[in-house]
């Protein structure tokens, strides 16, 4: 009995080591791809259909040799627009190669929109400015609390990128506050007012304020940094943890709407590791659609 006991035991640990290494390794290089589709009424003709790809949190990632999965399923999804959604390297990053190189061939071919996650936000200064440099120089607009109008055919939309203060990431790693709270105020200065007449497209890696983006008045919220909280918890598909070390944290994945605001957080590309893989939780690419709803355009 006690053998069988022994070996029960043995069989159970190896079945838990298996599951956490096999998984870890598909949840941490089998790319997946998710759609979206998000309506507006006020959208203009010209903007029916438009397409943004958002490469979230790739953290350095690499899919297939110079991230060409990755640059295949881009291509695929034909977009008009590019976002890099932040996180794009990891804090301690020297070399930039790998990066760069996903990044020249985006630009090569797209429109490409930047904006800082909160792993830009911590390299080394010059290392910043550099990545601003070498993005700038390929063509890449690096959205620091800037907004755009994007035209097609005299119509236009908005397209508004975020960069809050790093204590807004509320990361213990970095003795951020916890009790930190983002304001209307706060996004008002650093973005000016939304709106009223176009369709905002803001793009802002964090979404733990997606009350005060709503509020602010943004249509569409294109985030990520949750890393879709590392492990999934399948059957309920809910994330477990976010960077800020909240369990269970609200906006983890997928689409929320709140008034006349949809939320998309990409689950991110990257972000795990050896010791702490992601786990249930595939690499996810994001592809949002705009469309007007009006079946005759
Ligand atoms: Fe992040």
């Not at 069989?11 to 309506?39: D, K, P, R, W």
């Not at 006020?42 to 350095?60: K, S, Y």
């Not at 007012?193 to 294109?222: K, Q």
Request: with cysteine.
């Amino acid at each position: 009995m006690k053998k069988q006991k022994k070996i029960l035991i043995t069989a159970l640990i190896v079945i838990v080591f298996a599951v956490y290494f096999i998984e870890g390794y598909i949840s941490n290089h089998c790319l997946t791809v998710s759609s979206y589709e998000t309506e507006y009424e006020q959208l203009p003709e010209e903007f029916d259909g438009f397409t943004i790809v958002n490469v979230a949190d790739l953290h350095n990632a690499l899919f297939g040799e110079g991230n060409s999965q990755l640059l295949e399923q881009i291509d695929k999804a034909q977009p008009d627009i590019v976002v890099l959604g932040g996180d794009m390297m990891s804090y301690g990053t020297v070399n930039f190669k790998r990066v760069f190189l996903l990044m020249e061939k985006l630009a090569e071919k797209y429109e490409v929109y930047y904006i800082f996650g909160n792993h830009e936000q911590n390299i080394r200064v010059a290392n910043m400015l550099y990545v601003i440099q070498e993005a700038e120089r390929m063509g890449i607009n690096v959205m620091l609390n800037d907004s755009v109008a994007i035209e097609r055919n005299g119509e236009k939309i908005m397209l508004h990128g975020l960069c809050q203060y790093k204590k807004s990431y509320r990361d213990p790693y970095y003795r951020e506050p916890s009790y930190y709270e983002f304001s209307l105020e706060e996004m008002n200065e650093m973005l000016g007012s939304a709106s009223d007449e176009y369709v905002d497209v803001l793009l802002a890696h964090n979404p733990l304020y997606f009350d005060i983006y709503s509020e602010w008045g943004a249509d569409l919220v294109l985030s990520g940094h949750i890393h879709g909280g590392l492990w999934r918890i399948p059957v309920i598909d809910k994330g477990l943890v976010s960077p800020n070390e909240e369990i269970f944290p609200e906006y983890d994945a997928g689409e929320y709407i709140k008034n006349q605001a949809h939320l998309i957080v990409s689950r991110g590309l990257g972000g795990g590791s050896v010791i702490k893989p992601r786990l249930f939780n595939r690499p996810d690419l994001v592809v949002v659609t705009l469309t007007s709803g009006n079946p005759s355009n």
